[in-house]
């Protein structure tokens, strides 16, 4: 418990919001990103955690502290190793019905074996596989989840993975998982490009005459508003005019382009 405490940062931000964040640049630096956010949402029955991190060391304990006496409820906003390597410490975990599979099964992370000492003992421990969960419920876009005066609707944003979600409450938080974020933004091949655009135009639809949005990624800067939105999904389209820039990523298997608000990685495979 203590070495967890340690880990993680945990912030209120709001009377029913809380930040979990661990430093993912300290798991390992070739992944280009710095933090991970976690969040745990409170409701008056129920709280949500979105998302269950890298696993290195165990968060159930900090959440348990924070809950109190409201049941909980689990989801990952998608299958990728950052956000459900915890997720064995829960007896159930939602997700979207196309990545459920992936993540009923352990997940191999053989590709951290050379990260750094402390990283590789504990990861070790179960031969570079991060465990699941006993149960996995599934959900789909228009779901929603009640947890007592605070609902949260699922909205299926492919393109990051094709089970992506976002999350959006009916207090105008929304939670984008790595749909949209600032700073190394992960992207599909080039040909699912618009796939990955639909999905941002379908977030700014969902934004629009909405008063405050405030826009909580699952990396780096949150509480940022919709420009985010919109400046990636300019981005993207402006890609075509630096894709001479491009410079090859061996250890991501991708390409990497920068403008002056992003780092686009880009998938080779």
Known sequence: MAESRQWFEVKKLKDYLYLIRENLDAIDPRFHSIYTNLYLLFGTDKALLIDTGAGLYPIKPLVNDLIGNRELIVINTHCHWDHVGNNHEFNEILIHEIESLTISRPINITNLRDSSRDVVKRYEKNDFSLLPAPSIKTVKGGDKIMLGGLEVK?????????????????RNELFTGDTAHYGSVYLPKKKMFPKFLESLLKLIKTCENKESVEIYPSHEEYGVGIELLKDLHDGILNLENIWDTKAKDNFLRSWIINDDKFEYVISRI
């Open 154 to 170: 699922v909205i299926h944003t492919p393109g990051h993975s094709p089970g992506s979600i976002s999350l959006f409450t009916n």
